[in-house]
């Protein structure tokens, strides 16, 4: 399995396991998987697909390959990473013997295509031409808890009263729930040795854009929004609108909008003379999204697209403080002794963000979220996975869950932009009959823009950590989490 720490890997990995695969799962940083709760019941393999040396230990033995892994969004050329990982993945397959590579890429039409479209295409040409039997699904838009596209017509749908939207609001798109993408991926392992195509794949009902905004609004209890399409509106300046109002970052919209310029729809259903539709058919596009709403409302969201790994995302730990010597570091450190027990301040340490906010001057947050934003970083609306449980790699507003001990230490990567690298480590420990609360920001600035963004923001620290460190002890000794809208300044 490649990818099992993405949106689509992380669902289907544990599904394979209760199918009676033996499942080996190929991830960069084994470390992701250590809150997952399915990690005992599968071979992890570290590697990398861009280092081909890697994978050839990984591949042994193996029957079924599934090449579930994009690198859109990531710095660099995302084309050239694609490519160079499936040429990777389709050698090692063939050195191996494997016997079958499952691979899901995208619906499109035929001729000119996005870039975004243009690589999952060749991917899937890629893997076929390799020698080794592959079914290449395409699927159009996924609609589950948690996916890139639900979330982004979740929050334009309830952000925008009215939308004023680009002429590809009219565009055609079968949507397809999360729970029959994994039922054909899993279906497709049992397919005949001689098998080696691309299978449309999608839901039962064929939407314009503006219908599944509409759909939406319906089953979240919301009125339905006129939608006006704008020609002038073009994909570049949607994208940046997608940005400013939904937790999708300018990295992810930009290529998502240009693929929406094109009709994806199923061109042929073949897969049904190999697999039947799930018991019960396949599900419509409204029963998809009442299905996704319930799951966030329960607070059940198995993965999401915001804890995917990014390939080029930054990923070196944090240095010990012994190599800090000789380099320009500037910390923030605050320590409060409370009588609260360790274990009600670590409640509250892991709570931290999403809509619990941050226990300071939410308005100063929510600017901060807002600049980031603007000039394209993922902003403060990301929110959580989970309102009460963190686990290591996951997204967490503009952080990134680095390192996690839990009940004891927290270590959050800053993923805003800023020049530099930032971190902000939670701590506590037990003291006396109470305990320890320890709270530190650190900052590596990069050039003399990194050293002036730390002496502007300066004056704000006394208020935003020090009234961070005050109410987090605080709502711990009163073993109560005020939400974002009441904690004090």
């Known amino acids: 399995m490649t990818g099992a720490t993405g949106y689509i890997g992380g669902r289907l990995t544990p599904r394979l396991v209760e199918a009676g695969y033996d499942v080996r799962v190929l991830v960069r940083d084994p470390a992701r998987l250590a809150e997952v709760p399915w990690a005992d019941s599968v071979e992890v393999a570290k590697g990398d697909l861009c280092d081909p040396a890697t994978l050839p230990a990984a591949f042994a033995d193996v029957d079924i390959v599934y090449y579930l892994v994009h690198s859109m969004g990531s710095k660099g050329n995302f084309e050239n990473q694609e490519r160079d990982a499936a040429t990777n993945v389709a050698r090692a397959a063939v050195a191996a013997g494997v016997s079958r590579i499952v691979y ?54 309830d952000v925008l009263p009215y939308m004023p939207a680009p002429k590809w609001v009219r565009n055609f798109i079968q949507p397809i729930a999360i729970r029959d993408v994994l039922y054909y991926l899993i279906e497709s392992a049992k397919l005949p040795a001689d098998v080696n195509r691309t299978f449309d ?27 006006a399409s704008l020609p002038v509106l073009t994909p570049w300046l949607a994208s940046q609108w997608v940005n400013l109002v939904t937790p999708i970052p300018r990295a992810l919209a930009v290529p998502i909008i240009a693929s929406l310029q094109y009709a994806c729809v199923v061109h042929e259903h073949d897969i049904a003379n190999y697999i039947p539709e799930p018991e019960g058919g396949l599900t419509g596009y409204r029963r998809s999204v009442h299905l996704a709403l319930e799951k966030e409302r329960d607070d059940d969201v198995e993965t999401s697209w915001q804890n995917a790994a990014v390939r080029g995302a930054p990923s070196d730990l ?35 963000g999403g809509d619990n906010g941050w226990y300071s001057f939410p308005l100063a947050w929510a600017v901060r979220g807002w600049m980031d934003k603007i000039v394209g970083g993922v902003g403060l609306r990301r929110g ?23 009940g004891r230490f927290l270590r959050l990567r800053a993923e805003m932009k800023v020049p530099g690298s930032a971190w ?66």
């Open 201 to 227: 794949i999608g839901g039962p009902d064929v939407l314009r854009y503006g219908q599944m905004m509409n759909g939406y609004a319906l089953e979240a209890g919301l009125r339905q929004r006129p939608i």
């Open 384 to 406: 959580r996975r989970n309102a009460t449980r963190l686990a290591q790699g996951d997204a967490l507003d503009f952080w990134r869950v680095e390192r996690l001990d839990r």
């Open 104 to 157: 899901l890429g995208g619906l499109h039409p035929d001729g000119e295509l996005s870039p975004h479209l243009r690589s999952r295409a060749e991917v899937g040409r890629i893997l076929m031409d390799s020698g080794v039997p592959t079914a290449a699904l395409q699927a159009g838009v996924v609609i589950g808890s948690g996916s890139t596209s639900f979330e982004m017509v979740r929050h334009l749908t």
């Open 318 to 352: 944090l240095p010990s403080d012994p190599s800090w010597s000789g380099r320009i570091v500037y910390t923030d450190l605050r320590e409060r002794h409370t009588k609260a027990p360790v274990d009600e301040v670590w409640r509250v340490i892991e709570g931290i």
């Open 424 to 489: 902000l480590e939670l701590g506590v420990t037990p003291e006396g009959n109470g305990s320890l609360y320890r709270q530190r920001a650190v900052f590596f600035p990069r050039g003399l823009s990194g050293r002036l963004y730390w002496f502007a923001i300066l004056p704000f620290h006394g208020v935003i950590f020090s009234g961070m460190a005050n109410s987090i002890t605080e709502a711990a000794r009163t073993a109560e989490t005020p939400s974002a809208s009441h904690v004090p300044a």
